[in-house]
Every structure is written in C-alpha cells, then in structure tokens.
C-alpha cells in the first residue's frame, strides 16, 4: 500500500484540474452539468495529498450509464460506488496526472458531501487549518492505513455537514461509510 501523504498546498493544483477536466468534458458534456473540482486540492491554501478530485456531476440517475460509457472510451475503467451510495468511482487511465474521478447525481446526499466541505473549508480558514492539521496528524499515525486516516477526519467533516444542514440520516450514513474498511477509498 502506497504511503499516505499530505503535502502543503500547491497553486498547481487547479491548472491541472482544469487540464483534466477538459477531455472529460468534450466527453460527457451533453450527458452531465457540471465537472466539479472538489475534496481537499480545490480550496486554496489547504493542505492536501497531491490527488485532485473531481466529480462529474448528471442531472438524474438516469444519466449515469452514458456517462460511464462515455468515461470507458477515454480509459476510465467504472469500479462501482466503492461502498458509497450514489458516488460512481472511476480507475484512471495510465499516464495521467494522479486524480480521482467520480460521478455523482445531483441531488444525491454524495454530492452534497462533496460540495459542502469544500465551500465550507474555502470560506472558513480556522477550520481550513484545524483540518490540514488534523489530516497532517493522521498521515503520520497512519502513514499506510487509509482506513485510519479516513476515520480519523470523520467527525470534523460530519461536523460541517450538520452546521450547513445536512439530515441526520445522510450525515449517519456518510459517517458509517467513513468509518468502515475501505472498498477501494479513495476521496478527501
């Protein structure tokens, strides 16, 4: 298992989320509404490991299968939701800047995550920096247990989505999918 590594933040990191975005985009964009830099590369200043994340956002359920197809003709190989509903995840292609790729309906309780703690954490620089401490700490206790590292920061994300209004169902649910052992986690 590759070592857990946060970096400082890098002003890189959203040219290369744009330069990821743009073939997947010409690829769905008749079938998706939005690709979304999210996870801890997209607020500025954080620190994070150095993976962008994005998620491709469809306007309904019933778009997910072009989408996954789509994805398939560039090289992304569809691995499931890896233990979280409504989130598709997504092997990459070999040679490409490290990323994770998901796919997320629009108004599904996953996307909210997503949204949710990144514009919480852009307009909040004390919990911006209790967070890159937190997950600083995590990666040197748990230098190759992700699952560890993941746990770890569950509380203060659960945290953010009950201030921002999340129901209780859907925070309980994402902290349960958090704290089990990973099926291929990969995502904050």
Known sequence: MPTITVTPYDFDWPRLFVELRAPIWEAVG???VAI???GSTSVPGLAAKPIIDMTIVVAGRERVPAAI??????GYVHAGDRGIAC???FDNPPGLPAHHLYLCPQNSAALANHLIVRDY???HADVAREYAAL???LAARFPNDIDGYVAGKTDLI??????????EAERTAIERANKQPALGRDLK
């Open 69 to 74: 197809e789509r994805l398939a003709r560039l």
């Open 36 to 38: 979304e830099h999210v």
């Open 135 to 137: 997950k600083l700490a």
């Open 87 to 89: 989130r598709e995840a």
């Open 121 to 123: 954490l852009r307009t």
């Open 158 to 167: 659960v945290r953010i989505l009950a201030e921002r209004g999340m129901s």
């Open 30 to 32: 008749d079938v998706a």
